[in-house]
């Protein structure tokens, strides 16, 4: 009788945990969840300039929800990136630093609509913090941005979208007039989430796509009582500009997460 009592407070645990770690798993799908995380993604490609530049990027991403009231919170999304970059523009040579960051703002109702779509839109700024001009534009830009989702069962799909022209900066670097378009579709089950997504741009100015088709595993582990996930994944590259990436990259990141 008490084997059988053990094996029942083990299968409930287990049954709890996996539940648990599906909850995280599939907030972190969301992007306007009201959940602090602070993920830090690393990114490589190749196949830039003459066909030999390549660039590593780890983006340091904190998410932070703050609430308005009963009703609405405003979710606070910025993307720091730390940028090595080699022959990125024919023989430029190398350079590291810190590129631009883009801070955006959704503000997001708490409640989902009545046939269960998730929403929030608000400003999103570039500023031109890079350490060295190839590392980024030298250009003040903003725009709008939005995200709309819908979580069905262990399905989340959807997709966000901004828009940035630039207003001041450097006059002799080209202008920004760019959008970018991230439909994505998730599936989770017992902490596993498997992700297809394209974080795509399209430069009005150049008339140019880039557009990376990413495949992406993650999984929800505890760190003591911290929960993180770890991810992994590979892109290819179906469209560039001219000198832009090709063929295959690669991204790895570690997300750690502060439920409330």
């Known amino acids: 009788m008490k084997k059988i009592f053990a094996l029942m407070l083990l299968a409930t645990i287990s049954t709890s945990?996996?539940?648990?770690?599906?909850?995280?798993?599939k907030q972190l799908t969301n992007p306007v969840a009201d959940l602090v995380s602070m993920p830090v993604q690393i990114n490589?490609?190749?196949?830039?300039?003459?066909?030999?530049?390549?660039?590593?990027?780890?983006?340091?991403?904190?998410?932070?929800?703050?609430?308005?009231?009963?009703?609405?919170?405003?979710?606070?999304r910025t993307?720091?990136?730390l940028i090595e970059q080699h022959n990125i523009v024919g023989n430029s040579g190398s350079q590291s630093g810190i590129g631009d960051i883009v801070q955006s703002l959704f503000f997001s109702p708490k409640a989902a609509t009545a046939s269960g779509w998730i929403?929030?839109?608000?400003?999103?700024?570039?500023?031109?913090?890079?350490s060295n001009e190839l590392l980024g534009t030298e250009k003040w830009a903003a725009g709008p941005t939005?995200?709309?989702?819908?979580?069905?069962?262990?399905?989340?799909?959807?997709?966000l979208a901004n828009h940035l022209w630039d207003y001041a900066g450097e006059p002799d670097r080209a202008d920004l007039n760019a959008s970018f378009i991230q439909p994505f579709v998730s599936y989770t089950n017992r902490g596993w989430t498997y992700t297809l997504q394209t974080e795509s741009t399209y430069d009005w100015e150049n008339q140019e796509w880039a557009v990376p088709i990413n495949g992406i595993l993650s999984k929800v582990l505890r760190i003591g009582q911290l929960p993180v996930s770890f991810a992994v994944g590979a892109r290819y590259w179906a469209d560039?500009?001219?000198?832009?990436?090709e063929g295959w990259g690669?991204?790895?990141?570690?997300?750690?997460?502060?439920?409330k």
């Open 44 to 76: 490589y490609d190749s196949g830039f300039g003459s066909e030999d530049g390549h660039r590593l990027a780890i983006n340091v991403q904190p998410v932070i929800p703050i609430e308005i009231n009963n009703d609405w919170n405003v979710i606070s």
């Open 250 to 259: 690669g991204r790895f990141s570690i997300t750690a997460m502060l439920p």
């Open 146 to 159: 939005a995200v709309f989702l819908k979580m069905d069962n262990e399905w989340t799909y959807g997709m």
């Open 119 to 130: 929403w929030g839109a608000g400003p999103a700024l570039l500023i031109p913090t890079a």
């Open 79 to 81: 993307i720091i990136p």
């Open 17 to 25: 945990a996996h539940s648990d770690a599906d909850d995280l798993a």
């Open 240 to 245: 560039a500009p001219e000198n832009g990436a």
